[in-house]
């Protein structure tokens, strides 16, 4: 059964890499790493493209694989067994890939024991901050960890086989393609197999999210409360990037206690499925006691389970700002923060270093509505002023253009140019 399972994976790999692939981004900076002694890790939402990537990476090296989502696999004792099977079948080359290596139990000893071995491993999960942790524990100083997440802009274009230069941007049919897909990435999202596949969104997303929270949440940690988790999730995704207290919201989902709540929250972000970010103050205690955001990983979701009468353009432009800067690299509650200045105006994400606010971001739909540029530029000048920053920039759906303000530069930019780095 066991040499059965692992070559039905074997194919299942190989039909994968058979595939189109759009190349990842973030393979350029990671292949470096390919070959380092030490274990690899790819985390990320399932259904995000670690797999695939992962074993690109690893080019033609040909690396033995497992996928632990097969409770064939999980139940096995003896780990030694899964490693004599995969070099009966691959050869006794030690390049390994094994995937959702979180579904294995005592996983890190294993690991070890195979770094040890002197195995060039690479895994992948979708469990952050448990796997996290048990990485720091486990595989201190002798682990690489690399984030993938669905499709950032640029490799959605590349699935939708849309190129352009720039200087083309004044073209009618070009800006007006362009727009076409920006809003349709904006809606739907960038899981990689809906995009390449061009399948129904609303059907896949919405089984893909009830998978996610049966297999990583209920079933993971044996809950009880089934319900409970997923009318948290689903009033999340109808209220993203919109202020709640943990006690408030507690009383309004009838939660036995905060605590209940906060562990819920947690079982929710380290499935990948969102985020709660912090409202910055320099003071890292009274940050622990202000109000919350929440912003989905992918704006997909939103689509799929909303139950909104019509789609707020500027909150979807918001969140997917919010994935973006995740895709970027900050990191929410460490470098990724919403502000609100002295006089309760808000600021929408403060970008930090270790020692300073690097820059100010507002994100705007329309721009040219009364009062709106008033109201968000007024904001901005407040924060530069009180967190000491001069990089202001304005995030618009079209408008381009820098302005100056009470001695500040404001920098307007176009949502399009900023997520393919402008």
Same mark, same amino acid.
């Given at each position: ?13 190989? @039909?994968?890499? *058979? ?32 797999? &695939?990537?992962?074993? =690109? ?46 579904? #294995? ?9 195979? =770094? ?20 720091? $524990?486990? #595989? ?5 960890? !690399? ?33 076409? #897909?920006?809003?349709?990435? !904006? ?8 995009? &390449? ?8 997303? /919405? ?7 049966? %297999? ?43 605590? %209940? ?30 109000? *919350?955001? +929440? ?7 939103? +689509?799929? *389970? ?21 895709? *970027? ?11 609100? $200045? ?12 270790? %020692?300073? %606010? ?5 994100? $705007? ?6 009062? &709106? ?17 001069? /990089? ?15 001695? @500040? ?5 176009? #949502? ?7």
């Amino acid at each position: 059964m066991l040499r059965e399972t692992l070559l039905g994976q074997k194919k299942e790999l190989e @039909r994968m890499l *058979k595939k189109p692939f759009i190349e990842r981004e973030a393979e350029k900076s990671v292949r470096k790493f390919v070959t380092n002694s030490l274990v690899k890790v790819v985390l990320g939402p399932r259904r995000a493209g670690k797999s &695939v990537f992962s074993a =690109h990476l690893f080019g033609d090296r040909n690396p033995a694989y497992a996928n632990f989502d097969d409770e064939n696999l999980v139940k096995i004792k003896n780990y030694n067994e899964i490693v004599k099977e995969l070099h009966a079948i691959y050869g006794e080359d030690k390049n390994i890939l094994f995937d959702e290596i979180q579904n #294995l139990p005592d996983w890190e000893l294993f690991i070890n024991r195979l =770094h040890r071995q002197g195995y060039n491993v690479m895994l992948t999960g979708s469990n952050a901050k448990l796997l996290g942790k048990e990485l720091a $524990t486990s #595989l201190t100083g002798r682990h690489i960890p !690399m984030e993938i997440f669905p499709f950032n802009f640029r490799e959605f274009l590349a699935a939708e086989n849309f190129n352009f230069n720039e200087d083309e941007i004044h073209l009618p049919e070009t800006k007006g393609r362009l727009f076409d #897909l920006l809003q349709k990435y !904006m809606t739907n999202g960038g899981f990689p197999e809906l995009v &390449v596949k061009k399948l129904e969104p609303k059907g896949y997303l /919405d089984t893909l999210l009830n998978s996610q929270i049966f %297999t990583d949440i209920v079933k993971r940690y044996k809950l009880r409360l089934t319900q409970k988790i997923y009318d948290l999730e689903i009033f999340l995704l109808n209220n993203f990037a919109c202020e709640f207290s943990y006690r408030k919201l507690s009383n309004q989902l009838e939660f036995s206690s905060v605590a %209940t709540l906060q562990k819920f929250l947690g079982y929710l972000e380290e499935a990948y499925l969102l985020c709660v970010l912090e409202r910055y103050s320099p003071k890292v205690g009274e940050r622990l006691n202000l109000p *919350k955001k +929440a912003y989905l990983v992918d704006n997909g979701y939103i +689509a799929a *389970k909303s139950v909104q009468a019509s789609a707020n353009s500027g909150k979807l432009m918001e969140n997917l700002v919010f994935s973006e800067l995740l895709k *970027k690299g900050w990191k929410s509650n460490h470098s990724l923060f919403y502000y609100k $200045t002295q006089s309760s105006k808000e600021v929408d994400f403060v970008l930090r270093d270790e %020692t300073k %606010t690097k820059s100010l971001i507002q994100v $705007t739909y329309d721009i040219d509505k009364l009062g &709106v540029k008033d109201r968000e530029t007024k904001a901005l000048l407040q924060a530069g002023a009180e967190l000491k920053c001069n /990089d202001l920039i304005t995030l618009t759906w079209d408008y381009e253009g820098v302005e100056t303000f009470e001695g @500040r530069r404001i920098k307007f930019i176009p #949502l399009w140019k900023w997520l393919l780095g402008g």
